[in-house]
């Protein structure tokens, strides 16, 4: 029995598709590839965007198309904020929310002992009330990477910025048992993993629940934090290093951040994600941070590593945003001279306050500030990488790729080395030097 796995959006979905496969592999299940023919189809869905929902519905039915007899179950954030609109669509038979990511082998395995005939769609979805306790997996053990591994450490968000459905699709903040993802560490650098990528839905939210000392009274309790799982995995033995895939100004501060300088084998990286440039926007979306608080964290970042890197997500044409807003989020992003940005045209999603403001942006305009970012953001990348050339940073060696081994730095450059008389690079540390830009990173000498 076959089985392929399409995943959406962000890197805990990654991290659960790829704790679903392991499931379904160990019930005797084939994995397949996401494009292949198979008996069932298990779609990993967002929803941060239209776009998102759109290409769930665009899968969902060319994968139905390919074989018509499968079972098509579709989970995931999507799933969760709109289980009835998927349970209205004739090729799917299953919808289970966020939290019944955990139970999908037992529901496709009815599913397919009923012969997959009901033209009803079985919709399993817990509340945001029920969605309260962190629901364990297991130790995943496996990575389609060969050398980067995620590691789940929580779920759930209470920041409620006014144009996220994420709070309501993940429900509260939990943490998963610290104990586990130690357990989980040690495996994956068992397995050979050179890099850990710490990960969650507001991963600055580790041990914010006011019942995790209880829990766990014996656990770091000097430390807040994800400072809490840092510290430990910093210890472990191996030759790895570990990234953490996000961390929300909304959260931290410029002396939190400073502070995990402190930590040697964590990748001098963050994803920040500032949204917008403007007080007056930042105040719209509820994000509770001035852009001189952001600032400062980037200062103090490069202030131990000046060519520390910054990467950050962006939002074009929020309501009421005015060419002044809009300006102010252009000079952002030269002054902190990102790395990367992801850039999104606001996105109206219903349930939402930010969907029912006054001074919704039209689309033209959205397009076009959108367009604009990404031209500065190609901009401030650039220069970010001319900052680089002439130095040495540790890469880890992922692929081979067109005549190059390529691999990427602790902060977060795309390396490429000539391949010709460099054997035994791939999933291996070596020290670098930058010598030019190239391609979407930088050529570099071992």
């Not at 959006?9 to 494009?35: I, W």
């Not at 995790?212 to 290093?241: M, N, Q, T, W």
């Not at 029912?356 to 401030?380: F, V």
């Amino acid at each position: 029995m076959k089985v392929a796995f399409h995943t959406l959006g962000c890197k805990v979905n990654q991290y659960e598709t790829e704790a679903m496969r392991e499931q379904f592999a160990a019930a005797g299940f084939e994995p397949v590839d996401e494009k292949a023919f198979a008996d069932v189809y298990i779609i990993n869905t967002c929803t941060v965007t239209n776009l998102a929902d759109r290409k769930s519905r665009q899968y969902i039915r060319r994968m139905k198309k390919k074989n018509p007899d499968a079972i098509i179950a579709v989970t995931g954030c999507y799933a969760q904020i709109s289980p009835d609109e998927l349970a209205g669509l004739p090729e799917v038979d299953i919808v289970a929310g966020t939290g019944e990511k955990g139970n999908i082998l037992d529901y496709v395995t009815e599913a397919l002992r009923l012969g997959g005939n009901s033209r009803t769609a079985q919709v399993h979805i817990k509340s945001r009330k029920q969605l309260c306790e962190y629901q364990d997996r297991g130790i995943i053990t496996s990575m389609e990477s060969r050398t980067r591994a995620y590691i789940k450490i929580q779920e759930g968000c209470d920041r409620f910025c006014t144009y996220c459905l994420i709070p309501f699709a993940r429900g509260q903040v939990r943490s998963r048992n610290p104990r586990e993802v130690i357990a989980e560490a040690e495996a994956l650098i068992g397995k050979g993993f050179k890099e850990l990528i710490l990960t969650g839905i507001n991963t600055a939210l580790y041990g914010s629940e006011e019942d995790f000392a209880e829990k766990y009274p014996d656990f770091r309790p000097e430390l807040s934090g994800v400072e809490k799982i840092l510290a430990e995995i910093e210890e472990l033995s191996g030759d790895f290093r570990i990234r953490l895939s996000s961390l929300e100004p909304t959260v931290v501060d410029g002396d939190y951040a400073q502070g995990l300088m402190k930590y040697s084998r964590l990748c001098h990286h963050l994803h920040l994600s500032a949204q917008s440039g403007s007080d007056h926007v930042l105040r719209l979306m509820n994000r509770p941070y001035t852009r001189n608080d952001y600032l400062d964290i980037v200062r103090r970042l490069r202030d131990s590593d000046p060519n520390y890197g910054i990467t950050t997500d962006m939002i074009a044409g929020f309501p009421q945003e005015t060419p002044e807003d809009f300006a102010d989020s252009l000079k952002l992003m030269e002054e902190a001279e990102f790395g990367r940005v992801h850039v999104f045209p606001y996105s109206k999603r219903p349930g939402t306050t930010a969907a029912s403001m006054d001074g919704q942006i039209p689309p033209q305009i959205k397009a076009e500030r959108a367009a604009e970012l990404i031209r500065k953001a190609d901009e401030t990348a650039a220069r970010f990488l001319a900052g680089c050339i002439g130095e040495k940073r540790t890469v880890l060696f992922e692929e081979e790729e067109g005549g190059f081994f390529t691999g990427y730095t602790d902060n977060y450059i795309k390396v490429y080395v000539p391949a010709f008389g460099a054997a035994g690079l791939l999933n291996s540390f070596k020290e670098v030097r930058l010598l030019e830009i190239y391609k979407d990173g930088m050529k570099g000498e071992i």
